[in-house]
């Protein structure tokens, strides 16, 4: 603690990790939100989705030596294909199910996927390699950062800009919203409601195969690895409010704000920090942040 308010450049190293963490939290929580946000499942495969974008990463950009940026093209491609046969085949069956129902067929869904990815590429801790333009530092004139956590401070909000745009400003993001609130109306309407389905679900998905690829520099791919990111996502946009952009947006950088200093302030307790805030805004607002109460019958 008397570090933080004596030296201001550890302090804004700290605040750059919590941005950069945040932000990358952000993208797969993003993914998660939408999704219910529009299907009303809750995606408990979404952490085995990420977790396959990072061993995407690993095989594309590692492995085969296609480059950073082809393995993270490579992910979302990836995630979306495995997106298509999932809601085709599973999900569209989930919608006018309980949660209980969605929640149970998503777990097995996560145990399918965890032995898929165990037997592709087996139980050791497998090792991501920096790209070339992003391995050093950058000068902020203060001090020096890490150049690949700097970029993924940028491209969070330049994902956050792009979905608000898509879902704010365009007709299909119209179409989106109207879905959630009267899915009935609007099929009756002509409206192909089940081609924004599975475009929701693909553009969800595709965010925790990017969300995947982005960290497995820094969280090596590993079985297992899905169980601790679902979790913080479900912490992101339970306090953001489920279905709720900025929801997950704000809910991600606070996340990342009470992990980072929790962890220099109290080491080793800022798990705890971070659930005594959820359970905070459960107790204050238990739709969250942004979010709205739900609606019988929506």
């Not at 067929?105 to 996927?113: E, Q, S």
């Not at 401070?153 to 704010?168: C, K, R, S």
């Not at 107790?283 to 109460?293: A, I, M």
């Amino acid at each position: 603690m008397d570090m933080l308010l004596s030296n201001p450049t550890f302090v804004l190293i700290q605040v750059l990790n919590s941005i950069s963490l945040g932000m990358n939290l952000f993208i797969i929580a993003a993914g998660l939100s939408l999704i219910f946000g529009v299907l009303r499942v809750i995606n408990f495969a979404h952490g085995a989705f990420y977790m396959f974008g990072a061993y995407i990463m690993f095989t594309v950009a590692q492995e085969a030596e296609l480059g950073f940026v082809t393995g993270v093209v490579a992910a979302a491609a990836g995630l979306a294909a495995i997106a298509v046969i999932v809601e085709r085949g599973l999900f569209r069956w989930l919608y006018d199910k309980e949660h209980l129902m969605q929640l149970l067929l998503t777990f097995a869904i996560v145990l399918l996927m965890g032995d898929i990815a165990k037997i592709l590429w087996g139980t050791d801790q497998l090792s991501v390699s920096y790209p070339d333009a992003l391995r050093g530092a950058t000068d902020l004139g203060v001090t020096f950062y890490p150049s690949y956590r700097l970029m993924l401070a940028v491209i969070g909000p330049l994902i956050f800009l792009g979905l608000w745009l898509l879902i704010e400003r365009t007709r299909w993001g119209r179409l989106t919203r109207a879905a959630t609130q009267d899915m009935e109306m609007l099929s009756a309407l002509g409206i192909n409601v089940p081609m924004i389905y599975i475009v929701i679900f693909v553009i969800g998905s595709a965010l925790a195969g990017v969300g995947g690829a982005l960290a497995a520099p820094i969280n090596s791919p590993t079985p297992g690895m899905d169980a601790t990111i679902i979790v913080e996502c479900f912490v992101i946009v339970i306090i953001g409010g489920l279905g709720s952009l900025w929801g997950s947006f704000v809910g991600a950088l606070i996340y990342g704000f009470v992990f980072n200093f929790g962890s220099v302030i109290v080491p080793n307790w800022q798990d705890v920090f971070a659930f005594l805030l959820l359970m905070a805004v459960l107790l204050v607002r238990p739709w969250g942040l942004y979010g709205k109460p739900e609606r019988e019958g929506h």
